[in-house]
């Protein structure tokens, strides 16, 4: 919402991974790091042997920024892979990137590096706060949509102009 705008959170996505009564840890899916790929197979001493074109690395959250978090298709299983959806894996285990190296990694897969946490009902608040919109996850704009349509998309999923919200309200 606009009143994040002076945040780090200012025209983000983030795919929530996991909510419950102990908090919730998401993935912001639209802010990339001026990275690639190939930068992280560098880091990492992967051998890189494939010859796709290196994807992006996104921003995934201001908390631990050296981590990296990849969301990908479920056709396979990785050392610390977890289902948050029929459609959407999260693994954070050194095995998926030599994978990717190799070209044997999944069909479709976002690499983040860091993610979004929020402490018990933090996030709640500001939802209530009015500081989140939501809407149901939507696995083609993480894995179909150009990270700079992500927005976009999100917003026209909702019926709404994001350019028309204003975060200032008014009095009649």
Request: proline share 6%; net charge negative.
């Amino acid at each position: 919402m606009p009143s994040l705008n002076d945040s780090i959170f200012s025209h983000t996505i983030t795919y929530l991974c996991d909510h419950s009564s102990d908090g919730a840890m998401g993935l912001v899916i639209n802010q990339p790091l001026g990275i690639d790929m190939t930068e992280v197979y560098k880091q990492l001493n992967c051998e890189q042997i494939s010859q796709d074109t290196p994807a992006p690395v996104l921003c995934g959250g201001p908390v631990q920024p050296e981590r990296g978090f990849i969301l990908h298709s479920p056709e396979q299983m990785w050392d610390s892979s977890l289902a948050v959806s029929d459609e959407v894996m999260l693994t954070a285990s050194r095995d998926i990137i030599e994978a990717m190296a190799r070209g044997e990694g999944p069909h479709k897969a976002q690499v983040t590096l860091g993610y979004a946490g929020w402490g018990p009902g933090q996030l709640e608040s500001e939802i209530a706060d009015n500081a989140w919109l939501t809407l149901p996850a939507d696995s083609r704009i993480i894995f179909d949509t150009p990270i700079e349509q992500r927005w976009a998309a999100a917003s026209q999923q909702l019926g709404v102009d994001m350019n028309l919200i204003s975060g200032i309200a008014g009095h009649a």
